[in-house]
C-alpha cells in the first residue's frame, strides 16, 4: 500500500519538473516574442509550477 503512494508522489515529483521546464520555456518565448499578454502567460505559468509544488506537499503530508 505504501509502495503505490511513493509511486504517485514520485510521478507527482516528475510532473513538477514539467512544470519547470514549462515556465522556462514560456520564459524563453517571451522573450523572443512579446506580446500583450507576455505578463499573463508567465503568471499562469509560475502559479501551475507552484500549485504543483503545493499538491505534493499536500500527498507527502498525507502519506
Do not use: C, D, W
Request: aromatic letters at 8%.
Amino acid at each position: 500500500m505504501i509502495a503505490g503512494k511513493i509511486i504517485v508522489i514520485l510521478i507527482m515529483v516528475l510532473y513538477a519538473v514539467f512544470a519547470f521546464i514549462l515556465t522556462k520555456r514560456v520564459k524563453l518565448m517571451n522573450a523572443n516574442l512579446t506580446t500583450p499578454q507576455s505578463k499573463l502567460f508567465e503568471r499562469i505559468a509560475r502559479i501551475h509550477m507552484v500549485l504543483s509544488i503545493f499538491v505534493i506537499i499536500l500527498a507527502t503530508i498525507n502519506l
